[in-house]
């Protein structure tokens, strides 16, 4: 039986979830948005990126479209879930640009860089046909 005091928690106040695997995501490319101290950009909100998300990131000088295999980073397209910084992600919201939120597979500690509140407002459950949600 897993402890519960040891169990990664997500911002509904479950057990985090598996955000992706294809590509495998996550600070430590393990398919979730689990964090710790040595991840600075605190990488703990699974999006599901939209063409949108993407070019805003790539504007504001993180561009999550390009490969860099040297960071085991195949690159994104629209429809791929990626463990995406707080941060970034907030800004994209108050930008009109924010991604779409899987609230299971969100770390809890985004709650420390945004409400609940606004995850809510982006939140989406990952339909089988992905291709619905590209905006």
Do not use: K
């Not at 999550?64 to 397209?77: A, E, S």
């Amino acid at each position: 039986m897993e402890d519960d005091a040891t169990a990664e928690r997500n911002v509904l106040g479950g057990e985090l979830e598996v955000c992706g695997t294809e590509p495998m995501t996550g600070w430590f490319r393990d398919g979730c948005c689990s964090t710790g101290p040595e991840d600075l950009g605190r990488h703990t909100i699974c999006a599901f990126v939209t063409r949108e998300f993407l070019e805003h990131q790539r504007v504001i000088g993180n561009d999550l479209i390009t490969p860099m295999p040297q960071y085991r980073f195949p690159g994104l397209v629209p429809g791929d879930r990626w463990c995406v910084t707080a941060l970034n992600w907030r800004r994209a919201h108050e930008d009109g640009a924010a991604a779409h939120v899987v609230l299971a597979s969100t770390h809890e500690r985004t709650l420390e860089v945004v409400p609940l509140e606004i995850l809510q407002q982006h939140a989406v459950d990952v339909p089988s046909d992905p291709g619905a949600l590209d905006g």
